[in-house]
């Protein structure tokens, strides 16, 4: 039991060294409803730090109640009471709040009442952070406790009134995916950004998800003690796909893809769609990536789930090959719903059919929903879509 605690400390947990003393602490493992439950491995949710915005000029803040600044140190810089709309702005010599202008290069703010920080119109739990870049331009982050990230992200990603069971998955899945984003770019500035995942602060929150979220509180999945980054869409199509197939990265049992017989209702099941070329070809040069005169969009390498490997753009210059999801992204994933297409050159304009919505690696959420509806539960949903897991209470 020490050995497997030690080791688990060792790969699953953000911040902690394998010397932390923690397995003569604990008592004995206890499965209860299918979930490894040791106690807890961690004090209390961890910090996740968002990154909402990159390369601003200029965003709004509002603060409704008391709040206080600090710098790069704990000092306090400033303080006040309800801070109207607000422009930030970064000069070279530091960062603008409205009318002042603090000689910082990062700036913390802090709502005495959480929850009441509002940003470009949208309200956040947690601190945000303003980081200087180059050319006057900085970062937005919001630096948030785990479970009320997990809330939001819920409330953002799933239709809210679906079935208990298939939210109670996607706050799983959530939690595991942002734990695992700490682990890995735990030395970073941030951890995952808004473009991973959709996050909408408080906006997300219900009293329904936030007591699904609780019900689930400090759950996560693990490999082999590991915790590992659950993927997760809209929609599969017919079979998740392998994430070494779509991210070229090495796979593991739990995101090898599997058969799902559960998303035929979505709207996403099956789609066609135009897209210009001129537009493709605007999209790609905004990644330096330079191609004219489309004549032919086609994916290489389908998986199993029929999600191409790369796409080959053939146009007046020759032939181009790149990663078909990094395509899909840079074209726009609410155009392009997945890169399990076929196309066809309409002239002005590329016609593509395809299924399903996202990238198709991890938890299908239209499958999720149609198996909860089915009476499946939450771990029998996550242990289809991620094969081999076990569930863990960290906290
Ligand atoms: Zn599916």
Known sequence: MGKVLVLMVATLLPTMSVGTPLSCQRGTTVVQDGIHDYGPLLDKAPIIRVLLTNDAREVHLAINGSYQITGSLTNIIDQGQDLQKS?????????????????????RITSLRDGEIELNNIRYRG????????????????????????????????????????????????????????????DEVYHLDTLELAYRGIAGETARLNKIVQETKGVVMVYNWNIFPAYFHSTCGGHTEDAGHVFEKDSIPPLSGVACNYCNNSKYSRWSTNISKSDIEKRLREANIYVSNINTVKTINPGTGKHGAKVEIISAGGSKEMNANDFRLLVGPNYLLSTAFTSKNNGKSIAFSGKGWGHGVGLCQYGAQAMAEKGFKWLDILEYYYPKIELVRVY
Do not use: C
């Open 87 to 107: 422009v930030i702005s970064v000069t070279n010599n530091g960062i603008n709040i409205g009318t002042k202008h603090y000689d910082n290069s990062e700036l």
């Open 127 to 186: 601190e945000i952070r303003i980081l200087q870049q180059f050319n006057n331009k900085f970062l937005v982050i919001n630096e948030i406790d785990l479970e009320s990230f997990v809330a939001g992200v819920l409330g953002s990603e799933m239709i809210p009134s679906w079935n208990e069971d298939a939210l109670r998955a996607q706050a799983v899945t959530a939690r595991t995916y942002a734990l695992y984003k700490k682990k890995a770019r735990r």
